[in-house]
C-alpha cells in the first residue's frame, strides 16, 4: 500500500480531530459568531469525511484479510482508496470486502454514539 495514502488519511484524521476540539471549545464558550458557524460546519463535514474514510479502510482489511488481490491507486487525490480485482477474486474475498466496510462504519456509529 502507498504510504502517502495512509499518511494523507492519518492528516485529514488528525484535521477533524482539531475541528472537533476547536468547536467544542467554541461551544463551552458561548461563540455564536459567523466564524463560529464556519467552525461547526467544518467540524461537520470534516466528521463525514473520517466516517468516509474508516469505511474504505474497513473494506480495505476486510480485502485483505480474505487474500484478496487489490490494486492501489497511483495517484494521491484519487477518490478510492483501492481497485477490488473481480477478475482475480471469488465471492467470499467479495463478501469479506464488502463485511469489511460494514464493520467499519458499524465501529464508527458505536464510538460516536457513545
Known amino acids: ?28 464558550a458561548g461563540a455564536s459568531s459567523t466564524g463560529a458557524l ?9 466528521a463525514a469525511v473520517a466516517g468516509f474514510l474508516l469505511h474504505e479502510w474497513g473494506h480495505l482489511a476486510g480485502a485483505l484479510a480474505a487474500g484478496s488481490f487489490v490494486h492501489y491507486p497511483d ?4 477518490p ?3 481497485h477490488f480485482d473481480t477478475a482475480r477474486n471469488d465471492r467470499r474475498q467479495f463478501l469479506w470486502m464488502s463485511w ?7 465501529v464508527g456509529v458505536l464510538l460516536i454514539a457513545r
Do not use: C, E, K, N
Open 1 to 28: 500500500m502507498p504510504r502517502t495514502t495512509l499518511l494523507r488519511d492519518l492528516a485529514l484524521l488528525a484535521l477533524a480531530a482539531l475541528l472537533w476540539w476547536q468547536d467544542t471549545l467554541a461551544r463551552q
Open 38 to 46: 464556519l467552525l461547526g460546519a467544518s467540524a461537520g463535514v470534516s
Open 75 to 78: 495517484r494521491l487525490l484519487a
Open 80 to 82: 478510492l482508496l483501492f
Open 100 to 106: 469489511g466496510g460494514y464493520a467499519a462504519s458499524a
